[in-house]
């Protein structure tokens, strides 16, 4: 995973065409009037996220992925259905997925983790780069020769995916995508599905994704579950932080060449500092992606931040490295406290970070750690588990 997609998600030839017509919105909400209340599948329900929608009819789920590509655009639809179901009328460019999904090409190792929540890992059978993984049962997949790399985007192996003929290929709705590339998949009639789970602003609606991928294996029950004890803890968790006094300052990431990438204040990792309990400086700004600032613009108030986190990204950095980098962030009271924090503790020696795999469906657990981080007498028990602090 490039440095450049971590910050964005720290700080948080043919288009297939989904879009609904006002005629196909009509036959969909009667399907919907008339769909059996006794359907086969048992139902979840969609609490946080923003990007997706699953309902329930008799005999298939209909998916709607919203906005895909992160920006204002066709909604792309899936109808999920068992093997020799007929498909739905009135749905002309949905895509049929048959569930539940055996094999599964993923595209993105951030993938890895709604498996892992599922305990469902032995349904990868092809990733879009086997060098970025976490998950220990996935990397023994991998040593194993039980997954296949396949490229992604523009390097995607198109052969090599035909000949494993997938139920599913997932993706990621990156910025500014399109699905030009997957066409000769399309035409050879496997499936493929947008995940957009770094569009969401708040880390419950992220981990919700999970969600989808639940849907996709049949595992409503189970994903109904546990993710309610997730949520169930993560609001205790809040609950608990935003009762505290005072809240610490804090600031976040690093400078680059180019700017400070600060998340915005509607961002997945502002909500995670006010959640905390901390006071973040940018958390009025009404963007949901990220700020690039100048380094001016972000000293003075770093000069009295009491936390400094999401310093670097490389598991070896050390408050002495970091101040190799810029001689001016000796100045911060955070860096002369050595209250300097990174997301790196669980990073395996591919170079692969869980922060980004298990880390994004057990938001509970990040927001245990930022709370015994700035408030450590509300969870004296709790040992970090994604972020450590940077030694001397």
């Known amino acids: 995973m490039s440095k450049l997609l971590c910050l964005l998600i720290i700080c948080t030839g043919l288009i297939i065409q989904g879009c609904n ?78 569930i539940p999904v055996k094999s599964l090409a993923a595209m993105s190792s ?37 997954i296949t790399e396949v490229g992604r985007d523009q390097g995607l192996n198109d052969e090599k995916v035909i000949e494993m003929q997938p139920d599913l290929v997932m993706t990621i709705g990156n910025p500014g995508g399109k699905m030009d590339h997957y066409r000769i998949l399309k035409e050879a009639g496997i499936p493929v599905l947008i995940n957009s789970e770094w569009v969401e602003q708040t880390p419950l609606a992220r981990a919700e994704w999970v969600k989808l991928m639940a849907a996709l294996l049949d595992k409503e029950a189970l994903v109904n579950e546990k993710f309610a004890k997730v949520e169930a803890e993560y609001e205790r968790l809040s609950l608990l932080a935003q009762k505290s006094a005072p809240k610490p300052t804090v600031l976040s990431g690093l400078n680059t060449k180019d700017a400070w990438f600060m998340p915005a204040g509607n961002s997945y990792m502002a909500r995670f500092f006010r959640d905390a309990g901390a006071d973040y400086h940018w958390h ?84 245990a750690d930022m709370i015994r981080i700035f408030h450590p007498e509300l969870l004296p028990g709790h040992q970090l588990v994604y972020y450590k602090q940077l030694p001397e």
């Open 284 to 367: 009025d700004s009404p963007a949901a992606g990220s700020l690039p600032l100048s380094f001016e613009a972000v000293y003075p108030f770093a000069l009295s931040a009491d936390y400094w986190l999401n310093v670097g990204f490389d598991p070896r950095d050390t408050r002495k490295s970091i101040l190799a980098q810029d001689a001016r962030y000796a100045d911060f009271k955070a860096t002369k406290a050595g209250r300097l924090y990174s997301y790196n503790r669980l990073v395996n020696d591919r170079g692969s970070n869980d922060f980004f795999e298990s880390g994004s469906v057990n938001p509970h657990t990040v927001l």
């Open 110 to 146: 951030m993938h890895v983790g709604l498996l892992g929540f599922l305990d469902a890992e032995n349904v990868l059978t092809a990733l879009g780069s086997v060098q970025y993984v976490y998950s220990p049962k996935v990397v023994a997949l991998i040593n194993a020769g039980k």
């Open 21 to 98: 017509s006002s005629g196909d919105k009509q036959k969909e909400q009667a399907a919907a009037a008339a769909a059996d209340t006794a359907t086969q599948f048992v139902k979840t329900r969609i609490h946080h996220a923003r990007g997706f929608e699953i309902r329930y009819f008799k005999d298939f789920k209909l998916v709607n992925i919203i906005n895909p590509f992160g920006g204002q655009g066709d909604t792309l639809q899936y109808i999920l259905q068992k093997k020799g179901a007929a498909m739905p009328e009135g749905y002309p460019r949905a895509q049929r997925i048959e």
